[in-house]
């Protein structure tokens, strides 16, 4: 099922997530949901708080469908180490038609649990590095803009406003 995926600033998308405590069949409805209202919006991660499910669980597929080993269900994830520093345009499905540049990490590794409950310890780097630090940020209601230099923050909101005044927003 294709959940709505709801756009800055909905305050849902600025609250931290709870904790997933089930890993039961709801969840696993809810992360199938979730890759398939992903693939819908042609994204390659995608966060609870954007299907307004105030949670610590995203999903991320590089492949955007393509590679079944590409799927990646991340529940309460959590940065244990970061080095390097890459600066590379991102976008977001709660910000359509927005895409500026963002510092980030080069290198992470995330802990986090699969759909079962089972922890398990990741590495990224470049793409998927970023992928993994912008969905993680989701999970604590930090969003891309706020990562933003001031003044290209201050374009995309302008941007933003004059879309929503136009009724595309
Ligand atoms: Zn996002």
Redesign the pocket.
């Known amino acids: 099922m294709i959940l709505t995926i709801v756009k800055y600033p909905e305050p849902v998308l600025s609250q931290p997530g709870e904790p997933v405590t089930e890993f039961d069949a709801g969840l696993r409805k809810l992360v199938a949901d979730m890759f398939e209202t992903m693939y819908a919006g042609q994204g390659i ?1 995608l ?1 609870a708080p ?1 299907v307004a499910v105030s949670k610590r669980l995203a999903v991320i597929d590089l492949s955007m469908g393509k590679d079944p080993e590409d799927k990646l269900v991340l529940i309460n994830p959590e940065i244990i180490f970061h080095e390097g520093r890459q600066y590379e345009e991102e976008g ?3 910000f359509p038609e927005i895409r500026e540049k963002v510092v980030r990490s080069s290198k992470v590794s995330v802990r986090a649990q699969d759909e079962t409950g089972k922890w398990f310890e990741m590495d990224g780097e470049d793409l998927l590095s970023r992928c993994l630090q ?2 993680i940020d ?1 999970l604590d209601g930090m969003l ?1 803009i706020f990562r933003m230099s001031a003044l290209k923050r201050n374009l995309s909101l302008r941007k933003i406003r004059k879309m929503q005044s136009a009724g595309e927003w």
């Open positions: 991660g966060a954007q977001c499905l709660s912008h969905e989701h891309f």
